[in-house]
């Protein structure tokens, strides 16, 4: 069998990429891997298992349910409830492990199941590869008293609420905010949070009925939420994806802030109260230009990782950094989560304009973004894109010619046959210019 984890999690076409026979085999050898690591060693285990709303969950938590009940799993279904939710209630309850059944910011057609480590952590590539060897082996299934028991923890949402609550520095009354759920996992969770800090709350897009979720609202539809925030003169609103990793912005302009934006505005807050390890943040590639511009001159380093909020969790845990984050609005606090968590960076975000008492389109004055070209370029040999001497000839070039004004970044698709040139540049004509040049080398050099 080819491998079926991706960046996060195993995602695909519910009933017919992910299939409910797929939930169960990979609920079972998830279940044997970290039992075998050492976990399950002394007493029976213990599994969370959480879900988003999205019709397909209910079907695949059944499943994944029962695969880990039959490998001798005893199992506290969560119900609907955020991504980072599922993380700290594996933690809180002491739970050996959790999955969290969700497609993220995909179309209700999509899902996905991630699995996490003992303390919330997601695992890394080499117990995922270890779980993919080890579907549909034989195994001795227990019997009678070794079958795993099941049970719901639905109270757990309260326990993660009163968490979220408690980071809070400061009481968010009289501060009016639009929360655009998504129709997803924070319908209650983002709004239950504010409210209970004084916020006055109008949310959108939080009646989910397992189709609508990421319907054209959310992180990645942020007209509606721009529209309610100005509807209702809030200082600011707060978009969530479906499982509620990851938050963008709108001031109250209508204007949107970021995930480096926000980012940013956290890290100089973190670094003014001494809260900040090394005075480091941790950055993907695709951060904006102006982001690393902006944080190196409020004195504070910026460590880059590929794409993707696993990597940028790997370099916070081996550097012992407490903040990272990426442009789509992932961000891990690790003082207190182990994940991203989008309703905890809205708050964050509230409490900040609180305390300070600038607006949020104030704050985000930390940096300026650069302008930015993202080009995509398909049918070619991506393989190639880093070896060629001519392309890395012309990129070397571009790269010299924009100086430290501007940068090239040449990014391989992990599951297409294509090549993402991106530029940025002082302004939108230089970086159109450069990124149709080089897109145009790319499709003459590695054109398949």
Known sequence: MGRIFGTDGVRGLANRDLTAELAVDLAVAAAHILGEAGAFADQRPTAVVA????????????????????????????????????????????????????????????????????????????????????????????????????????????????????????????????????????????????????????????????LNINENCGSTHLEGLQKAVLDNSAVAGFAFDGDADRCLAVDAGGNVVDGDHILAILAVAARHEGRLHDNTVVATVMSNLGFVQALEKAGINVVQTAVGDRYVLEAMRAGGYTLGGE????????????????????????????????????LATVMTRLPQVLINVPGVDKARADTDPILQGEVSAATARLGNTGRVLLRQSGTEPLVRVMVEAESHEDAQSVAEHLADVVRRILAL
């Open 51 to 210: 879900r988003d709303p999205r019709a397909s969950g209910e079907f695949l938590e059944a499943a994944v349910v029962a695969g880990l009940a039959s490998a001798g799993v005893d199992v506290h279904r969560l119900g609907v409830i955020p991504t980072p939710g599922a993380a700290y209630l594996t933690s809180f309850l002491a739970a050996d492990m959790g999955v969290m059944i969700s497609a993220s910011h995909n179309a209700m057609p999509d899902n996905g199941i991630k699995f996490l480590a003992r303390g919330g952590l997601k695992l890394d590539d080499d117990i995922e590869r270890a779980i993919e060897n080890r579907l549909e082996e034989h195994w001795e299934r227990p019997i009678g008293a070794g079958v795993g028991r099941i049970g719901d923890s639905f109270s757990g949402a309260a326990s993660y609420i009163k968490h979220l609550v408690g980071t809070a520095p400061i009481r968010l009354d009289g501060l009016t905010v639009v929360l655009d759920c998504a129709n997803g996992a924070a319908f209650q969770v983002g709004p239950a949070v504010f409210e209970a800090l004084g916020a006055t709350v109008v949310a959108i897009h939080a009646e989910p009925d397992g």
């Open 327 to 362: 442009q789509s609005g992932h961000v891990i606090m690790w003082d207190y989560a182990a994940t991203g968590d989008g309703v905890l960076t809205a708050l964050q975000l509230a409490a900040r304009m609180a305390s300070t008492g600038n607006t949020l389109a104030e």
